[in-house]
């Protein structure tokens, strides 16, 4: 039973314009949500976080929208950059249990210059 | 800047081989997560220690995978015997807590079970 989904395996963008990153979920006890980015051979990068009393956080370039009602997140980072180009993950944590994360499959975005 | 350091970075191995990876988190962190990572697929838990105890291995191998953390800080994941569906990248992490912390990961080791 996946409880995070990232339902598009990849995205491109071209330079300069919005990549918008999508993420649903189904356990309605997740409080806590994080975007990852990881590139080829390293370890997985934190990029930005929400928690569930709010709707939106940003951070820069970097934007995450919580949609509680829908069970659904997305992260819109404007202007995408090729550096950007990676594999994107989002992440669920429940605070009343372990806080352990559950990550959705991943998404990879190719920005091109 | 402080970082996740793991050990080796890649093991290559025959199956029905014992292997252990090493992790060092991030000073101060008392949290750490050992995850599995198959191509294609996100990081899945594996065990959490919180300072020297397990607070969550149900999704460890219990018949061929250990973990421990004997002085709550570095700590060592063991796969013995090895099997051909063991290779995959192995992820360490740390944060300062469980909840409401971003974990920071290591560079991760490259299993590869032949």
């Known amino acids: 039973d996946q409880q995070v989904k990232q339902n598009s395996p990849s995205l491109s963008v071209q330079e300069g314009r919005i990549s918008i990153l999508n993420c649903d979920y189904t356990n309605s006890m997740f409080d806590y949500f994080l975007w990852y980015k990881k590139y080829p051979a390293e370890g997985p990068t934190f990029l930005i976080s929400i928690s569930s009393i709010k709707d939106k956080n940003e951070d820069g370039r970097f934007t995450v929208f919580l949609n509680k009602s829908a069970k659904h997140l997305s992260l819109h980072i404007v202007p995408s950059q090729p550096g950007d180009s990676a594999v994107y993950f989002c992440a669920a944590s429940d605070s009343s249990n372990t806080g352990k994360l559950i990550f959705g499959q991943g998404t990879t975005l190719q920005v091109k210059p | 800047e402080a970082e996740v350091a793991q050990s080796p970075r890649y093991k290559i191995t025959e199956k029905s081989q014992a292997v252990a990876f090493w992790c060092d988190p991030i000073?101060?962190?008392?949290?750490l997560y050992w995850y599995r990572q198959i191509l294609g697929q996100g990081p899945e838990l594996l065990v959490q220690f919180q300072d020297e105890s397990v607070v969550d291995d149900s999704q460890l191998p219990k018949d061929r995978f250990s973990a421990e953390r004997l002085k709550g800080v570095d700590s060592t994941l063991k796969i013995q015997p090895a099997e051909l569906g063991d290779s995959a990248m192995y992820l360490c992490?740390?944060?300062?807590?469980?909840?409401?912390?971003?974990?920071?990961f290591g560079p991760g080791t490259r299993l590869t079970v032949l």
């Open positions: 000073s101060g962190h008392a949290t």
């Open positions: 992490a740390s944060s300062l807590a469980s909840s409401y912390n971003e974990q920071f």
